[in-house]
């Protein structure tokens, strides 16, 4: 049995056995994630946080930082090598908009990667550019859980280690405004997002806008509906605007705005830090797995990051109609895809709403048929499959302790190319679908005493 496996365990044991059993202090719980204005976002209701040794963190983060620094190395080619750029499949406006200098040479500020851990091992299926969603969330729901009751109890048998990312977060940003040439000593910070019709005002934007304020640098969530660019200042109303943090995708921006918008306009005139950059959301393709692992590319990569690719990271490739290598040997990609279905995954280049990624060992061959010539029309990757991480937590449904098999989704946080914490979002094995207990864990590193 192993330490993660033996701890989890204990407290399952823990909290169906008396005083915990009738679940008054999940209640309490529950009453203070609300008080603390933390339940404006999907916040799974698991009354245990998802545990990772030490050992297999210090792992996480060697595998995690070796590998960003293979994908900055494939950005920078990218960048400057068209012929590559073309492989990413960009929006024209997206390559415009990509060309432009952000002021700072970091592609990504910061970013996160999607990792499963098993027995040790660790394999990366996914990198996204875009900041960690649920920095604060994750720093804030830690904290209550490492009070609850059960969890003080535990914490007499094991030792908890929180992880905090917000101070990082902000460091990155004030580290990017001074290379950028910034000469205010606290810059006024804007937390540029889409404001829904009925968004809580205990967004996670907000609880972030509250933290920068309190470590003493002015900051305002906006939209970009609300920004105006004028006398070589982006500014809201009154509010001039020194570092624009980024939460918007290129692609949405573009379903509703143009590129002459003041946000675009302050940008390329370099009147404002934007974090993370335009140019950063080539990293957000999922064709980049596909230039990572083909070796014409990464071939002349230092040793470490070449054996950080071939160890973690699995096959990955454009799917169109032409021949690629698979394993040292040569092969017809669309005929290779549709034999091998049951252990590829077919995923669109760009997140989207209207399509999503199919896993060839849950569909039969008519569906994988299907999906593939999908991916022929738009741009999709096949990828190597990894199996998920599952983990049973126990939940409270209906005032009523259950246990539930969970997939666990592991991102680890990164900022300047470093990890410092990661978040576990937790979806319901077997769901295909929304559910409600999709959410947010907390996450805490685990040592026994």
């Known amino acids: 049995m192993t330490l993660v496996s033996e701890a989890v365990a204990r407290y399952h044991k823990l909290i169906e056995s008396e005083p915990y059993i009738d679940l008054a202090w999940a209640h309490a719980l529950q009453e203070r994630i609300k008080s603390e204005k933390l339940d404006g976002r999907p916040v799974s209701p698991v009354l245990r946080p998802h545990l990772i040794t030490q050992k297999d963190y210090a792992a996480l983060v060697r595998a995690s930082e070796t590998l960003l620094s293979a994908i900055a190395r494939v950005e920078k080619l990218a960048l400057d090598t068209p012929a590559l750029l073309g492989r990413l499949h960009l929006l024209p406006a997206e390559k415009m908009l990509a060309a432009v200098d952000p002021g700072y040479s970091t592609v990504g500020i910061t970013a996160l990667l999607d990792a499963t851990i098993h027995d040790g091992s660790i394999r990366f299926t996914g990198f996204n550019s875009e900041a960690p969603a649920g920095v604060l969330y994750g720093d804030a729901l830690s904290e209550l859980y490492y009070e609850a009751p059960p969890v003080k109890q535990f914490r007499k048998k094991y030792k908890l280690q929180k992880m905090g990312g917000a101070k990082h977060l902000l460091a990155g940003l004030l580290k990017a405004y001074k290379e950028f040439g910034g000469k205010q000593k606290k810059p006024n910070i804007a937390i540029v997002e889409f404001k829904a019709p009925f968004a809580a005002a205990s967004s996670d934007h907000a609880l972030l806008a509250g933290f920068f304020a309190n470590e003493g640098y002015a900051t305002e969530v906006v939209s970009p509906e609300q920004l105006e660019y004028r006398n070589n200042v982006l500014r809201k109303g009154d509010f001039n605007i020194d570092i624009l943090y980024r939460r918007i995708k290129v692609q949405e921006f573009l379903v ?194």
């Not at 969970?406 to 410092?420: C, D, E, Q, R, T």
Request: net charge positive; glycine share 6%; hydrophobic share 40%.
């Open 256 to 449: 509703r705005f143009d590129l002459n918008h003041a946000m675009v306009r302050a940008y390329k005139e370099h009147a404002v830090c934007m974090v993370n950059s335009f140019r950063a959301d080539i990293g957000s393709k999922r064709v980049l797995f596909d230039l990572l692992t083909d070796e014409k590319i990464t071939g002349k990569f230092p040793a470490a990051e070449r054996r950080a690719i071939s160890e973690f990271v699995p096959w990955t490739r454009l799917v169109q109609a032409a021949k690629t290598t698979y394993k040292n040997r040569t092969v017809d990609l669309p005929e290779f895809v549709m034999k091998h279905r049951a252990k590829l995954v077919l995923k669109p280049n760009d997140d989207s709403t209207d399509l999503h990624p199919v896993r060839g060992a849950d569909v039969d061959d008519a569906g994988w048929e299907k999906a593939l010539r999908q991916a022929m029309r738009t741009p999709f990757v096949v990828q190597e499959a990894v199996e998920p991480t599952h983990s049973v937590f126990p939940l409270m449904q209906y005032g009523s302790l259950i246990m539930k098999d969970m997939v666990v989704h592991l991102h680890p946080h990164a900022f300047l190319g470093k990890v410092y914490g990661a978040s576990s979002w937790l979806s319901v094995a077997g769901s295909s679908g929304f559910s409600t207990l999709t959410g947010l864990a907390p996450t805490f590193l685990l040592e026994g005493k």
